[in-house]
């Protein structure tokens, strides 16, 4: 356990994805759309029933919640212990979370792993990604399939809104997004009850290109490429997100 609390405190997602502020900020997601995404997604894979699926990276688990939901036997892991405590109150025989790095392995395989709402892209090495997506394709069974939906850097990095602010819950939240190392950075900054608060987001901006390059190391097979949670054509130029089906 000591050397993975070390890691933890490293890397800027453990802190900012366990504060209550992060939450606050992001809370008003959009739940219509991304259930719309999983009744498309379950449906394309044509996923059977009962399937066991995994939700790598989770959060609050509200994509594992409503694919339990849809009669899937669902396991989301999280590496934030706050989002895992909350996603627990859920749980039943067919849904259960567990605080896991998504780098490591589980020992277990299902029919689909999903990691969903850009998930990937935190980590500092090359080898960490690669690690990463080794032990997704290790996690599919002989019949299953992983999913990795991520934002389209190039329509991301065309489209950057570099200054913000949202107030939310009598919160001022000031953003600023900057592209940086190949990074997507966004600062946030706000004040809460007398206290000023510093947080940061960074995460790769990769492109189809690099995905295919990491997955050819990965002994990964791309399968499928679509564009937006209608599971619509890719564009390079147009396209928000950067969904793949691979095995």
Request: aromatic residues 16%; glycine residues 4%.
């Amino acid at each position: 356990m000591s050397n993975t609390s070390v890691k933890k405190s490293e890397s800027w997602f453990t802190t900012w994805f366990d504060s209550p502020y992060y939450h606050i900020l992001y809370k008003n997601r959009n739940e219509e759309e991304a259930q719309a995404f999983m009744d498309n997604l379950t449906h394309y894979l044509n996923m059977p029933e009962n399937a066991t699926i995994l939700d790598l990276a989770c959060g609050k688990g509200r994509h594992s919640i409503y694919l339990n939901k849809l009669g899937y036997q669902v396991t989301g892991v999280d590496l934030s212990e706050n989002s895992i405590a909350v996603a627990q109150e859920f749980l039943n025989a067919t849904l259960q979370f567990k605080t896991h790095d998504m780098r490591e392995h589980l020992n277990e395989t299902f029919d689909g792993v999903f990691n969903l709402f850009t998930s990937f892209g935190y980590f500092e090495t090359h080898e960490d990604n690669i690690k990463t997506l080794k032990t997704i394709k290790e996690s599919i069974n002989e019949y299953g399939f992983g999913v990795i939906d991520f934002f389209n850097a190039d329509f991301i990095i065309e489209n950057l809104v570099a200054e913000e602010t949202k107030e939310i819950d009598g919160i001022t939240f000031n953003i600023k997004r900057f592209v940086e190392n190949k990074k997507i950075n966004k600062e946030i900054r706000f004040s809460d009850n007398g206290e000023s608060y510093f947080f940061t987001e960074k995460v790769s901006a990769f492109t189809l290109a690099d995905f295919e390059k990491m997955m050819e190391e990965a002994g990964i097979y791309l399968l499928e490429i679509f564009g937006d949670y209608k599971l619509r054509k890719y564009y390079k130029s147009e396209s928000e997100r950067l969904i793949m089906i691979f095995k």
